[in-house]
């Protein structure tokens, strides 16, 4: 298994992509990607999403990082 861990920094905000992938020398078996918002004064995260589609938790980050916390008003809605 592989994790990878993305974090895009804001100025109140951080969020966190989780990526977990298991893959085998044809394909991939497992896929889960879990999107967290951290605060920054408390430390608090809350889990906002949890994806199985392939790829989707990098596409998050980088809709973050040129969107910033707007590319999230539709996750809450």
């Known amino acids: 298994m592989k994790t990878k861990t993305t974090v895009v ?4 905000i951080d969020v966190i992509v989780v ?3 298991h893959t085998d020398a044809v394909s991939t078996l497992f896929y889960v990607a879990t999107i967290f918002v951290r605060e920054r ?4 995260e809350k889990l906002v999403r949890r994806t199985r589609i392939p790829g989707s938790g990098q596409e998050l980050a980088r809709a973050v990082q040129r969107m910033g916390v ?3 008003d539709h996750l809450t809605a």
């Open 70 to 72: 707007r590319a999230l």
């Open 41 to 44: 004064m408390t430390g608090t």
């Open 9 to 12: 920094r804001g100025l109140g």
């Open 19 to 21: 990526e977990t992938m």
